[in-house]
């Protein structure tokens, strides 16, 4: 069936540096492709919703200039935190649907990221 | 703005037990509902889908229902086993053609041996 990889599963970095995750579809191309964070004991939240050859679409309160969103194939998005701090510390995860309509959607396997 | 809310946020049962998992939304108009799994430090499992216009799904033990108009769902899990325990997520994706979820805190369930 579908894949969806993510790459790192974790990753712990420095307070001030660049962090990069990527989020593969295997077996099937994603024209779109969200990326969602989720802090302990909350849900995940919609970050932005990736868009192959465009520019993402973020949501409100997420700062684009800080999580750089890039989807320059139809298997591929990455996700970069630039100048991480703690507050950044949290589960990112990112989803791509298969087939017209949608209708079923996958997940990656999450990454968690640590800031020092 | 679409809420998604689960009921309990956490929940403790014995080997065997048949046991109900709630959700609910705020907004009627969505497009399907989802129900998840997550195991602690990994990604999400799709359990059970149900579009709007279906009333629920089954697969295995688990039975997932759908009251679109009351903005209400459940997963129900018989015979609960202790490779159940897991954190179950309720996500719906609103009408529109957008294929963003819109998910609920989740139910941490443990199944005691």
Known sequence: ????????????????????????SLDFQATTMFWYRQFPKQSLML????????????????????FLINHASLTLSTLTVTSAHPEDSSFY????????GGNTIYFGEGSWLTVV | ??????????????????????????????????WFRQDPGKGLTSLLLIQSSQR?????????????????????IAASQPGDSATYLCAVRPWGGSEKLVFGKGTKLTVNP
């Not at chain 2, 629920?56 to 129900?76: F, I, M, P, V």
């Open chain 2, 1 to 34: 703005k679409q809420e998604v809310t689960q009921i309990p946020a956490a929940l403790s049962v014995p080997e065997g037990e048949n046991l109900v998992l709630n959700c609910s939304f705020t907004d009627s108009a969505i497009y399907n509902l989802q």
């Open chain 1, 1 to 24: 069936g579908a894949v969806v990889s993510q790459h790192p599963s974790r990753v712990i970095c420095k307070s001030g540096t660049s962090v990069k995750i990527e989020c593969r």
């Open chain 1, 93 to 100: 995860i990112c989803s791509a649907s298969k087939g017209a």
């Open chain 2, 56 to 76: 629920e799904q089954t697969s295995g033990r688990l039975n997932a229902s759908l009251d679109k108009s009351s903005g209400r769902s459940t997963l129900y």
């Open chain 1, 47 to 66: 970050m932005a919703t990736s868009n192959e050859g465009s520019k993402a679409t973020y949501e409100q309160g997420v700062e684009k200039d800080k």
